[in-house]
């Protein structure tokens, strides 16, 4: 599933230059994560990245509206970093 970043965002800017997807982008008043580009750090981390290096805690959960399992993040980080080779 992806993640949503929610109202806490305090716009620090940790986590953008952070994610090995560019999933995440300054939205109209926060920043917010690109559904089709979020794997859940799916092929690079253990475990995801911007929920890691965002300073305040519950900012960046679970998207209920965008649930993926482990198999569907694996194509979806094929798919960004690998179509050439499909
Ligand atoms: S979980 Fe990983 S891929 Fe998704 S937005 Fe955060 S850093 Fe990017
Ligand atoms: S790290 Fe957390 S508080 Fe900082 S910009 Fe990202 S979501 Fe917002």
Not at 25 to 44: K, L, P, W
Not at 57 to 84: G, M, R, Y
Request: proline share 7%; net charge negative.
């Amino acid at each position: 599933m992806a993640l949503l970043i929610t109202k806490k965002c305090i716009n620090c800017d940790m986590c953008e230059p952070e994610c090995p997807n560019q999933a995440i982008s300054m939205g109209d008043a926060i920043y917010q994560i690109d559904t089709d580009r979020c794997t859940e750090c799916v092929g690079h981390y253990e475990t995801p990245t911007c929920q890691k290096v965002c300073p305040i805690p519950s900012t960046i959960i679970s998207d209920p509206a965008h649930i993926e399992n482990e198999e569907q993040l694996w194509d979806k980080f094929v798919l960004l970093h690998h179509a050439d080779k499909l």
